[in-house]
């Protein structure tokens, strides 16, 4: 099993910035992967970003050049730079950490944006 606590969220001005942060506990050695997800009203779950334990990196393209996904492997934490934020940035943020046979997501951490 692995736990996921989101923390890092608020509500922030068009054209800031945050930082999410992600802190893994359990079977930590298991994760093959670890990435950011959000979720907006009326929407599906969206993918935003992954990287892996090799240190690749991966971004839906709407966050290229905005978002920075990163790792802290001593304090098993991960993290999301948020920059240049937009209204339509505002949504619900999942943390998720994959091994090679489930999916685990923390709670949630809501991110408001207003223009």
């Known amino acids: 099993q692995v736990q996921l606590v989101e923390s890092g969220g608020g509500l922030v001005q068009a054209g800031g910035s945050l930082r999410l942060s992600c802190a893994a506990s359990?079977?930590?050695?298991?994760?093959?992967?670890m990435g950011w997800y959000r979720q907006a009203p009326g929407k599906q779950r969206e993918f935003l970003a992954r990287?892996?334990?090799?240190?690749?990196?991966y971004y839906i393209d709407s966050v290229k050049g905005r978002f920075t996904i990163s790792r802290d492997n001593a304090k098993n934490t991960v993290y999301l730079q948020m920059n240049s934020l937009k209204f339509e940035d505002t949504a619900v943020y999942y943390c998720?950490?994959?091994?090679?046979?489930?999916?685990?997501w923390g709670q949630g951490t809501q991110v408001t944006v207003s223009s």
């Open positions: 998720n950490a994959q091994d090679l046979h489930y999916a685990y």
């Open positions: 359990g079977s930590i050695s298991s994760i093959n992967a």
């Open positions: 990287i892996t334990t090799g240190g690749r990196t």
